[in-house]
Every structure is written in C-alpha cells, then in structure tokens.
C-alpha cells in the first residue's frame, strides 16, 4: 500500500543552497577569446542541497522544516521566499555575515550546461553560530512534535562535528528517527544514526578494499558501516545499478527503473526525502528503497535540479506491485 506522509512533521538539519539557472542562446564565438556569446533569455531559481530535500519533502505532502545557516546577502533572501512559497518552515534558519549563502549559477543553451559558477563558504559554523543553531533546534524539538530528522551533508561547513554529534543526541532523547546523506569530511561521525544513505562513490573513498557494485563487496562495506557506526540501517546508491539497502538482517541490490537520463541533479535529495519518509511511514527498508528507486527514476528524466511528483509517484508504485 502506498504511505500516506501527509502526517509527518520532518527537520532538514544541512547545507542548504540556491541553484540558479541562466538560460540564453549561442549564435556566435566571441572575438575577445574562443568563449561562446550567450544572450540571455531568462533566470529561473530553484532550492538546492538541503533546501531541496525540504521541497522534495514537501511535494509528499509532509510538513517540513529547515536548519542550517545563511548570510546576510541576495541568495538568503531568494532561498527564504522560494521555501516558505512551498510551505517550508524557515525559522530555524541562521543568519550569518561572515558567510555567503550556497549559490550555484549555471548557464545553460539549447538544454546544454555551459559554465557553473559556485559562490559559497565552506568554512565550519562560527562557533556562536553554531551555538544559536543548536540551541533554536533543541527549543523546536521540545515544543514542536517531529517524526524525523534529515542530515544533509555538503561539506559547506554547516554540519560540523560537533552539530553532528548534538543533533543525533537531541534526536535520540526525542525518539525521532534519523537519516543522513554524507559527505567525505565527517563521513564516520554520524554514529547511531537510524539510516545511513552514502552513494556508490563515497563509500569507495571510505573502504581500504574494492567496492563494486555487486552483493559479496556491499555486504562487507555495510559491515564495516554497522560496526563503526553503530546505525540501524544502510541504503547505498548506485547510479543506474539501483539502491543496496541492508536492515542488519537482511541485504539486496533494488534495480533502477530508470529510463530516461535528463540530468542526475538532485536525485541524491530525492532519494533520501522518499526513502527516509518511507520509514517514518512505517514502510519496510526495502520497500522504502523500492519507493525511493522509483522516485529517483522520475526526477533525473527532468532537467534540472527537481521535485518528486506525488501523484506519478503513486501510480509508478500501484504499476510495480
């Protein structure tokens, strides 16, 4: 049966960011260098990072926060109207001068990428900053009922070892799940978190043996996740070898449904939105893994970083069981 999320209250704890697009034409190379000459058509800005698991969250229906930290600046603004547009609690957000609001600029012609320019910080939170984010989250988990909390990781600095190692405590005091999607710098801190979610590459980065994308080396790889770790449960993307999930008892590989490859942007979020809500929904892993695969398929068939759509997503799952 398909879950309904529309009861779940959910915090994205993370690196939040804005992707912008600038869209335009190339008729001609310019004669200052060899650069294609790109006239502007038009600018479209959308959520990213941790910003994007909050909307993809929200598509679901469920009732979603943001925690993390901005600057005082242009991105800050644009990323606040286009979450609370969707419904997004922003509160929790931390305004910061010293730092620079995520913003990725890409420019894109006739539906090809041709420059990104990345404008962020990626220094550790301030520790005052990190203070008064601890702190409002602690205040919100007391006053506020929370089913799950997503840590979304992007290595600019927001998910520090210490706000790591807070939050999973605050979480575990409040009986409230946890996922994480990790980066490389604090890959191993995130102990007796509830799921688990790296991608094929980054646990590559992280075992001393070869790592492919087949049963016999996942199996071993998550070995080492549950004991270091000590988390409940394991879901390993594999691009278009599907999502490994493994509970502690039990292990498969779930095959993409993949048909389409638009953009992969994003389906990383996507993933760990519909897979983490899926278990907050009373699903099993494997079943979350199967929705999550299904999720993923829709998204990178779009171009562009985008959101689940939850009626397709319905039928996808009704058409596959």
């Given at each position: 049966?398909?879950?309904?999320?529309?009861?779940?209250?959910?915090?994205?704890?993370g690196d939040l960011m804005v992707d912008r697009y600038l869209y335009g034409s190339v008729t001609r190379i310019s004669p200052e260098a060899p650069v294609p000459v790109v006239r502007y058509l038009k600018q479209?800005?959308?959520?990213?990072?941790?910003?994007?698991?909050?909307?993809?969250?929200?598509?679901?229906?469920?009732?979603?926060?943001?925690?993390?930290?901005?600057?005082?600046?242009?991105?800050?603004?644009?990323?606040?109207?286009?979450?609370?547009?969707?419904?997004?609690?922003?509160?929790?957000?931390?305004?910061?001068?010293?730092?620079?609001?995520?913003l990725k600029t890409r420019v894109i012609s006739q539906s090809q990428q041709l420059l990104r320019v990345?404008?962020?910080?990626?220094?550790?939170?301030?520790?005052?900053?990190?203070d008064r984010l601890l702190e409002c989250i602690g205040a919100h988990l007391t006053d506020n009922p929370c089913d799950l909390i997503i840590l979304q990781d992007y290595n600019k600095g927001v998910l520090t070892?210490?706000?790591?190692?807070?939050?999973?405590?605050?979480?575990?005091?409040?009986d409230i799940l946890t996922a994480v999607d990790p980066k490389e710098r604090h890959f191993w801190s995130y102990r007796g978190v509830g799921l688990?979610?790296?991608?094929?590459?980054?646990?590559?980065?992280?075992?001393?043996?070869?790592?492919?994308?087949?049963?016999?080396?996942?199996?071993?790889?998550?070995?080492?996740?549950?004991?270091?770790?000590?988390?409940?449960?394991?879901?390993?993307?594999?691009?278009?070898?599907?999502?490994?999930?493994?509970?502690?008892?039990?292990?498969?590989?779930?095959?993409?449904?993949?048909?389409?490859?638009?953009?992969v942007s994003g389906a990383g979020d996507t993933v760990i939105s519909v897979a983490a809500c899926g278990l907050a929904a009373g699903m099993s892993l494997s079943d979350s893994a199967r929705l999550a695969?299904?999720?993923?398929?829709?998204?990178?068939?779009?171009p562009g970083v985008v959101s689940v759509d939850l009626p397709a997503l319905r039928a996808a799952w009704e058409s596959h069981t």
């Amino acid at each position: 049966m398909f879950p309904d999320f529309s009861h779940l209250r959910v915090l994205v704890v993370g690196d939040l960011m804005v992707d912008r697009y600038l869209y335009g034409s190339v008729t001609r190379i310019s004669p200052e260098a060899p650069v294609p000459v790109v006239r502007y058509l038009k600018q479209e800005d959308r959520p990213g990072g941790a910003a994007n698991v909050a909307l993809n969250l929200a598509a679901l229906g469920v009732r979603a926060g943001v925690a993390g930290a901005v600057g005082e600046d242009e991105g800050a603004g644009v990323l606040g109207c286009l979450l609370r547009e969707r419904s997004v609690d922003t509160s929790l957000l931390q305004r910061d001068a010293d730092r620079v609001t995520t913003l990725k600029t890409r420019v894109i012609s006739q539906s090809q990428q041709l420059l990104r320019v990345d404008r962020e910080t990626t220094e550790d939170l301030r520790q005052d900053t990190a203070d008064r984010l601890l702190e409002c989250i602690g205040a919100h988990l007391t006053d506020n009922p929370c089913d799950l909390i997503i840590l979304q990781d992007y290595n600019k600095g927001v998910l520090t070892a210490e706000v790591i190692r807070r939050v999973l405590e605050m979480a575990a005091n409040h009986d409230i799940l946890t996922a994480v999607d990790p980066k490389e710098r604090h890959f191993w801190s995130y102990r007796g978190v509830g799921l688990f979610k790296p991608n094929l590459r980054e646990i590559q980065q992280q075992c001393d043996f070869a790592v492919r994308p087949v049963l016999e080396d996942l199996d071993r790889a998550a070995a080492q996740l549950f004991q270091r770790l000590e988390c409940r449960s394991v879901m390993i993307t594999l691009s278009e070898h599907g999502i490994y999930a493994h509970d502690g008892t039990r292990s498969a590989i779930h095959p993409t449904h993949a048909r389409r490859i638009a953009d992969v942007s994003g389906a990383g979020d996507t993933v760990i939105s519909v897979a983490a809500c899926g278990l907050a929904a009373g699903m099993s892993l494997s079943d979350s893994a199967r929705l999550a695969n299904l999720a993923g398929a829709q998204v990178i068939a779009l171009p562009g970083v985008v959101s689940v759509d939850l009626p397709a997503l319905r039928a996808a799952w009704e058409s596959h069981t």
